[in-house]
């Protein structure tokens, strides 16, 4: 069975590097692992994709190893208004795509 | 571009009842996906809706059906409810696929008493 596992909580001061580590055990080769963050009754918010090795874009990066059974969304400089959950996606395929949202890290930035 | 819109905001129901839940997609999409979200826990995925059928399923009982539109809008219904469907109810768009960027609503919130 596809399981979705992050740390429960986090908390970082403000200015910090933030790293959030998922683990996908049975990712598979065409699987692609998706980052969101979710603030208090709003809807997910789509951060960063990535396949393989290192992604980055405007608001974060996304490392997966080479063995792809995890991978680490990293915040740079984070600020109070990065407090939020932040789920990592896996769209697990072979087959038929099975969605599994990992259980969430709620981030809380200190000032 | 209004974005991933839903409705209502808010429902109470009781026990046995029936419910129907509205999303409109994004601009420009054409795939329409639902999640169950409990308080404290991750979204869980439903189904998916492409060209007005269903395209992909979760581990969810018939009771939760849904339907697509020829205009990409879609709805979710579920039948007989349970205590249990209580939770906040999101609606995602997306371009075909699930592999992409998700575009998710504000949900609606389910109380079923």
């Known amino acids: 069975l596809a399981k979705t596992t992050q740390p429960i909580s986090m908390d970082s001061y403000e200015g910090q590097e933030v790293n959030i580590t998922c683990s996908h055990n049975n990712i598979a080769t065409n699987d692609y692992i998706t980052w969101y963050q979710q603030f208090p009754s709003q809807g997910p918010r789509f951060i960063i994709q990535g396949y393989k090795t290192k992604v980055t874009n405007e608001v974060a990066s996304l490392f997966i190893p080479a063995d792809r059974k995890s991978s680490t969304l990293s915040l740079p400089r984070v600020s109070l208004s990065d407090t939020a959950v932040y789920y990592c996606?896996?769209?697990?395929?072979?087959?038929?795509?099975?969605?599994?949202f990992g259980t969430g890290t709620k981030l809380q930035v200190i000032p | 571009d209004a974005g991933v819109t839903q409705s209502p905001t808010h429902l109470i129901k009781t026990r046995g009842q029936q419910v129907t839940l509205r999303c409109s997609p994004k601009s420009g999409h054409d795939t329409v996906s639902w999640y169950q979200q409990a308080l404290g826990q991750g979204p869980q995925f439903i189904f998916q809706y492409y060209e007005e059928e269903e395209r992909q399923r979760g581990n969810f009982p018939d009771r939760f059906s849904g339907h697509q539109f020829p205009n990409y809008s879609s709805e979710l219904n579920v039948n007989a409810l349970l205590l249990g469907d209580s939770a906040l109810y999101l609606c995602?768009?997306?371009?075909?696929?699930?592999?992409?960027?998700?575009?998710f609503g504000p949900g609606t919130r389910l109380t079923v008493l």
């Open positions: 995602a768009s997306s371009g075909t696929s699930l592999l992409g960027e998700q575009f």
């Open positions: 996606l896996v769209v697990y395929s072979g087959g038929y795509q099975k969605v599994t």
